[in-house]
């Protein structure tokens, strides 16, 4: 009825609800209640949805250390992480929308339990869609700079997509690999810092195993609270051929000779980003900046295949957190 109509207007406004009213005979609109939202308690900053919970996480943890650079710091003293969940004033400015809409039915007044139920599973399972689609589309971006083209990425089938997000969401490490196995450029070649142990050892045979490696490896840095930058990254500065003509040293602190390394290195990528926070030739950061990956803290000279192939998540992207004061 029109009263009550214009009572649940009132309420809506009392309550710092965004709800769009409309006449018309749609069958769906916006949901008649608040988009949940979720805060880092001792930042205060939204924790953004389309980015997976290790990554959030690690970038909480790097503003803690980065913020207590030269003093003794417990890097575990935030443990369990202290959340806040909120149901009002969705931080637009800040988080993605949640697109999703839910049956108009929902909006009548007087419905029954059965009508309410089946309505908030229907809204479980579109967030449960939308989130899914975020992932493949990123997956099909990580797959596209790989293998330099979409035929890998439009040729997965229906029924491993949804097997891989299924995967991920029960975090079921088996079932993922099934698929994944068949989909990411050499997951299973060995590391490539084996061959740098010794140099010499290097030699025109290992341009064979270049077919182990991506065209480009999909690599996201993200710097504090902003967005991410994407930095599709070659595995090699030079192709083996190029470099055994070449073959450029370095002088170890015990007078050592060692080949520098043709494969592009983290610090190579972390120089290229970000040249004010990471000098070349320099293993260490800028001491009020501080790097991650999966929690973790490798040399600047490892390589960024042997990276992405261990610690890459499950969309194929290697997420490096740089996190500063």
């Known amino acids: 009825s029109n ?4 009572s649940y207007q ?5 309550n710092d609800q965004r709800i769009e009213q409309s006449s018309s005979s749609t069958p769906t609109t916006t949901p008649p209640f608040p988009e949940c939202w979720f805060e880092d308690e001792e930042s205060g900053l939204p924790l953004r949805w389309q980015l997976f919970v290790g990554v959030l996480y690690d970038l909480m943890k ?6 207590n650079a030269g003093s003794p710091c417990n890097q575990f003293r935030n443990l369990p992480w202290k959340i806040r969940i909120h149901f009002t004033l969705y931080p637009t400015d800040q988080l993605l929308p949640l697109d999703i809409t839910v049956p108009q039915q929902q ?8 009508t309410a139920k089946n309505n908030n599973a229907s809204q479980q399972a579109q967030i449960n869609t939308l989130i899914g689609r975020m992932y493949r589309n990123s997956l099909k971006q990580a797959l596209f700079l790989q293998y330099g083209s979409s035929k890998v990425a439009m040729s997965i089938t229906k029924n491993n997509h949804e097997k891989m997000w299924d995967a991920v969401v029960q975090s079921n490490y088996d079932a993922y690999h099934q698929v994944n196995n068949d989909l990411q450029v050499g997951v299973m070649a060995a590391p490539i810092n084996n061959k740098l142990s010794l140099t010499d050892d290097l030699t025109d045979t290992d341009e064979k195993h270049n077919k182990a490696l991506p065209q480009l490896v999909p690599v996201r840095i993200l710097l504090n609270d902003k967005p991410a930058i994407q930095k599709p990254t070659l595995p090699q500065k030079k192709t083996i051929s190029e470099y055994l003509k070449q073959r450029p040293t370095e002088i170890l602190q015990d007078d050592a000779v060692m080949y520098v390394s043709p494969y592009t290195t983290l610090g190579d990528v972390l120089v290229s980003c970000l040249p004010d926070l990471f000098k070349v030739d320099d293993d260490a950061p800028d001491c009020n900046a501080h790097y991650s990956i999966q929690g973790v803290k490798p040399s600047l000279t490892t390589t960024i295949v042997d990276l992405w192939r261990s610690l890459c998540h499950p969309d194929h992207f290697l997420y490096v957190i740089v996190a500063t004061q």
């Not at 009263?3 to 214009?6: P, T």
């Open 3 to 6: 009263q009550a109509e214009s």
């Open 10 to 14: 009132n309420n809506d406004k009392n």
């Open 62 to 67: 790097g503003r803690l250390i980065a913020n």
């Open 107 to 114: 909006h009548e007044t007087g419905e029954s339990m059965s």
